[in-house]
């Protein structure tokens, strides 16, 4: 039996937030997990980055458009609100405690994540381009 093989710049063990590097409510998550894990069990990737179109194309999704945040984990890919509650999961009290809503349907959970991520720009505004890290945060981030 062979292992599976890892997606592109991803290590065994490595665990990936990707998010949409010029949308301000996912920088500020992004910023959130740098100030909130410090075991730093997460990497992070802009979807924009190479690397994250990289990832992007290995799990066959769109590279021209994201409306979620993913988490690439030991277990593979997750999306929308199963990734969101996999890394609270993760994190240190309180938000660890937020893990709870796992028990709501998934469907549920989906359709709320969705309404605010579809409406991300409208609601908390975007950045021209992708904010690049500053130099203290740069080994949480992917790069080439």
Same mark, same amino acid.
């Given at each position: 039996m062979t292992e599976p093989s890892? $997606? $592109? !710049?991803?290590? *065994? !063990?490595?665990? /990936? /937030?990707?998010?949409? @590097?010029? +949308?301000? #409510? +996912?920088? @500020?998550? *992004?910023?959130? #997990?740098?100030?909130?894990?410090? *075991?730093? &069990?997460?990497? #992070? %990737?802009? /979807? &924009?980055? %190479? &690397? @994250? &179109? %990289? #990832?992007?194309a290995w799990y066959g999704l769109p590279t021209d458009h994201f409306d979620t945040m993913a988490l690439i984990d030991e277990q593979g890919l997750h999306l929308r609100s199963t990734a969101l509650l996999r890394i609270l999961a993760r994190l240190p009290r309180p938000w660890r405690v937020l893990a709870w809503l796992r028990l709501v349907p998934r469907s549920l959970r989906d359709w709320c994540y969705e309404r605010i991520a579809l409406n991300r720009y409208h609601l908390f505004g975007r950045h021209e381009v992708c904010l690049l890290p500053s130099a203290d945060h740069a080994e949480r981030f992917l790069h080439d």
């Open positions: 890892l $997606p $592109p !710049g991803l290590s *065994a !063990g490595e665990r /990936v /937030v990707l998010f949409d @590097g010029v +949308c301000k #409510l +996912c920088n @500020g998550w *992004a910023k959130f #997990l740098i100030r909130h894990d410090p *075991a730093r &069990q997460f990497r #992070l %990737a802009s /979807v &924009q980055s %190479a &690397q @994250g &179109q %990289a #990832l992007l």
